[in-house]
């Protein structure tokens, strides 16, 4: 069984993972969390500023870790920015198939996104987790959920793509980490798309492509065209999701 298959029946017995204590209770137990609010465009943090966009088909479109220009590249004020989805369906479409050109994720569900993006780097904290959903009933993430993706689109028309591995619950698929520190914190401070493209050319080794058609990866960019159901499941829409947290509510009442 390899890292990834081994993913959540190591959350749900922590004995399993090297050096650690075995806990008292067989799984973790948590009380449901309100799902995302589906209106959402912007999210700030203590750390870090999250971009959503919400496709008519279903499921939910994050840009986790935003920075400056990739608000100024979505045309929006960084400083400013809205709070609010667009009411008009095609119009919050358009803007959907913007965001996955920023490596932004397409989530099943905001379920599936708060439960895993919440176990990533081991941060299974109970009271961040959304059962509306059995945790160790989740399947493992898959490896275009793990890998994060940072990609720069120069001004002369091409893009630069760097992908990475990421650890979930203490439980890594690969060897090519992000190499958190100066580095990372260099490409933040980046003040245009040539200085980030630059970046990650000379410092992540990124891959370059002449356009989106060539490319070859985990992201998402391609998938407007096709995708038609989740990595793990089908594409929820926000009331199937509100659904699905009223009916937990009531089994772990009763």
């Known amino acids: 069984m390899d890292s990834r298959s081994r993913f959540f029946s190591q959350i749900t017995n922590p004995s399993a ?9 067989a799984t973790y137990a948590c009380g449901p969390t309100y799902p995302h609010d589906s209106s959402v465009r912007t999210d700030f943090s203590d750390i870090e500023a999250r971009i959503y966009a919400w496709p008519s088909r279903g499921g939910v479109i994050v840009l986790d870790t935003a920075e400056a220009i990739d608000f ?30 920023l490596g932004a994720k397409w989530w099943d569900s905001e379920t599936r996104y708060s439960i895993i993006s919440n176990l990533e780097e081991g941060a299974a904290a109970e009271s961040s987790v959304d059962c509306s959903f059995d945790v160790d009933k989740q399947p493992p993430p898959t490896m275009r959920e793990e890998h994060l993706i940072k990609v720069g689109w120069p001004s002369t028309g091409e893009l630069w793509v760097a992908e990475f591995d990421t650890t979930w ?3 890594g698929g690969e060897d090519n980490f992000v190499p958190w520190g100066e580095e990372t914190e260099r490409l ?17 080794e990124a891959t370059f492509y002449r356009d989106l058609k060539s490319y070859e990866g985990y992201g998402f960019f391609n998938s407007w065209e096709s995708k038609e159901t989740g990595e793990t499941g089908p594409l929820l829409q926000p009331d199937e999701t509100h659904d699905m947290w009223v009916k937990a509510y009531y089994v772990i009442l009763q």
């Open 188 to 204: 933040r401070m980046a003040k245009a798309m040539d200085e980030r493209c630059a970046i990650l050319r000379d410092r992540f």
């Open 17 to 25: 993972r090297s050096g650690q204590m075995a806990s008292p209770r």
């Open 169 to 171: 619950a203490g439980v």
């Open 72 to 101: 100024e590249f979505l045309g929006l004020n960084p400083l400013e920015p809205p709070r609010q989805r667009l009411d008009n369906p095609a119009a919050e479409d358009a803007f959907c198939q913007r965001l996955l050109l």
